[in-house]
């Protein structure tokens, strides 16, 4: 369940954000919090915790939610859009999906 459909439209404010679970998978590329939990732990870092919990992607000029997001996907969406590189990316129709979840931005 995506977390537009599990919360609905939410504005992203920093202090209300213990209200969501951060638990769950990516809306990009599939991987759980547990999964990203297992990598960790194989790479021998001693903290994994911090490292399970998914971002919330937020869209920065109107401050709404779109989703939870792996560390990895939630990078290469903001350097994909930051840089330019979005037309050239393997992931684009995904990231314009994604970023289309805003309601306040124009369709890509």
Known sequence: MTFIEQYGLVPYKPWQLSRYAREGSCELCGITSDEVAARYAEDGYR??????????????????????LCTAC?????????????DRSPKRDAFLTHL????DCPPA
Do not use: E, M, Q, Y
């Not at 903290?47 to 939870?68: E, K, P, Q, V, Y």
């Not at 289309?100 to 309601?103: I, N």
């Open 74 to 86: 939630n990078t290469d969406l903001g350097t994909a859009v930051r840089v330019g590189w979005l």
């Open 47 to 68: 903290s994994a915790a911090c490292s399970t919990l998914l971002n919330f992607d937020h869209c920065h000029a109107h401050g709404w939610i779109r989703g939870r």
């Open 100 to 103: 289309g979840k805003c309601p």
